[in-house]
């Protein structure tokens, strides 16, 4: 049994496109790509048998990029039609490589020496993220990467951070020094003066212990800032 004009013809349509796409993106690489068709390439491999293009165009219209979409909650990302299971795992999967691969970067060399990748792998983990997380980068004597941790999750707009519990846990896995750095949901990363506050809190209890508080990062969508680079501690 043969399927009818109508139907062969969408399949051949989609086949095509999609042999096409891949092409384009082996011979120009991601950056000739618009967001909506680097998504799509994503979702081919969740959805094998249909036109993926108008759902990739409704998830950038709803989540603003490429970066939002793969870091939107999985709930938020199920409101939209035609989004399931395998979709949500597909994009999850694509953030937590990219996640994977940035913290490697961080660990290659000294962190104070790579601050480049240290941005990079913090605007991935977290710049796009819909609550607050308030994240710690423990370094040791030679300013390499022990371990990179998230302490606290919060809301919208505030993340409760206790400082004996950050330089308990500084002391626990034996870090010299550490990285403070925790995201704007709202997109703009100028520090509040409650987070200057908690900072300075930091630094005072962690001093007298022999550990340094190299720096605070805030990331949002709009950017980043270091309360280092702006003098504020």
């Not at 036109?51 to 990029?65: E, Q, T």
């Not at 691969?101 to 660990?107: E, H, M, N």
């Not at 409760?160 to 002391?171: H, I, N, Q, S």
Request: charged share 25%; hydrophobic share 45%; net charge neutral.
């Amino acid at each position: 049994m043969t399927d009818p004009p109508g139907l062969a013809e969408a399949s051949a349509h989609y086949i095509g496109h999609r042999e096409r796409l891949r092409e384009r993106f082996r011979q120009a690489g991601a950056d000739a790509l618009p967001d909506y068709e680097l998504l799509e390439l994503v979702l081919f491999r969740a959805v094998p048998r249909a036109d993926v293009k108008p759902l990739a165009k409704s998830l950038i219209d709803r989540f603003g990029s490429f970066a939002e979409v793969v870091a939107a909650a999985p709930g938020r990302l199920r409101e939209v039609k035609g989004v399931g299971d395998a979709i949500v795992t597909e994009l999850k999967l694509i953030g937590a490589a990219v996640e994977r691969v940035t913290r490697g970067k961080v660990r290659e060399r000294p962190v104070l020496s790579s601050w480049s990748a240290v941005l990079a792998h913090c605007r991935a983990a977290m710049a796009f993220a819909e609550q607050e997380q308030f994240r710690i980068l423990f370094l040791d004597k030679r300013n390499q990467l022990i371990l990179d941790e998230v302490q606290q999750r919060g809301t919208v707009d505030h993340t409760p951070v206790y400082p004996r519990e950050v330089v308990k846990r500084a002391l626990e896995v034996a870090a010299s020094a550490i990285i403070l750095v925790h995201n704007h949901p709202s997109g703009d990363p100028t520090p509040s003066n409650a987070d200057i506050q908690m900072t300075r809190t930091i630094i005072e209890v962690a001093k007298p212990l022999g550990i340094e508080v190299h720096d605070h990062i805030i990331v949002g969508k709009d950017g980043h800032a270091s309360l280092r680079g702006l003098r504020l501690i």
